[in-house]
T-cell receptor, first 114, second 112 residues
Framework: NAGVTQTPKFQVLKTGQSMTLQCAQDMNHEYMSWYRQDPGMGLRLIHYSVGAGITDQGEVPNGYNVSRSTTEDFPLRLLSAAPSQTSVYFCASSYLGPESGEQYFGPGTRLTVT | AQSVTQPDIHITVSEGASLELRCNYS??????LFWYVQSPGQGLQLLLKYFSGDTLVQGIKGFEAEFKRSQSSFNLRKPSVHWSDAAEYFC??????????FGGGTRLMVKP
């Protein structure tokens, strides 16, 4: 199993550009999520999905869109990048259920917006 | 709203010394609690988790954590630190089914 994969590993954008961060998992997990990591703030939840066709907002959703057309893939879209979106982005997946909270994380995408 | 506090941003210990990383949470019900570790340039890996039952839980790499309801704490411990333990450690609470709230992290440095 490849686990959770993310592409690209690094990206530099100019303000106003758009891009999609890719995330895929091969563990047949129902739950997938996107976090951003900023120094001293831990990880903050952007969006999550409990299954194909179902998405919801997390703590910091503004400026980001997601969709979940398949169980395996959960892309994160930045429609108009801003310097405040400079961060490291992590995708994670897990089984659903009250005791399933073990999430498997991808290696991250480091995004810089200039 | 739930929150997780890790009071120590940086900790330095000597190799072979014991380690305790602090975590306090604010949450109305009995939470599900986790410790994750992040090595430089890597994603997060689960060290251990607490759902219910025995309040002392064992994890991977020789780590353990103790849930103390009266103190709203879930501190991580290791009796003898190895140089390879240098990393950033995150405490997290599962507040609504798979939705993790993370603390700010503690960066551990290990002196030879």
């Amino acid at each position: 199993n490849a686990g959770v994969t993310q592409t690209p590993k690094f990206q530099v954008l100019k303000t106003g550009q758009s891009m999609t961060l890719q995330c895929a998992q091969d563990m047949n997990h129902e739950y997938m999520s996107w976090y951003r990591q900023d120094p001293g703030m831990g990880l903050r939840l952007i969006h999550y999905s409990v299954g194909a066709g179902i998405t919801d907002q997390g703590e910091v959703p503004n400026g980001y869109n997601v969709s979940r057309s398949t169980t395996e893939d959960f892309p994160l879209r930045l429609l108009s990048a801003a310097p405040s979106q400079t961060s490291v982005y992590f995708c994670a997946s897990s089984y659903l259920g009250p005791e399933s909270g073990e999430q498997y994380f991808g290696p991250g995408t480091r995004l810089t917006v200039t | 709203a739930q929150s997780v506090t890790q009071p120590d941003i940086h900790i330095t210990v000597s190799e072979g010394a014991s380690l305790e990383l602090r975590c306090n949470y604010s949450y109305g019900a009995t939470p599900y609690l986790f410790w994750y570790v992040q090595s430089p340039g890597q994603g997060l890996q689960l060290l251990l988790k607490y759902f219910s039952g025995d309040t002392l839980v064992q994890g991977i790499k020789g780590f353990e954590a103790e849930f103390k309801r009266s103190q709203s704490s879930f501190n991580l411990r290791k009796p003898s630190v190895h140089w390879s333990d240098a990393a950033e450690y995150f405490c997290a609470v599962d507040n609504a089914g798979n939705m993790l709230t993370f603390g700010g992290g503690t960066r551990l440095m290990v002196k030879p």
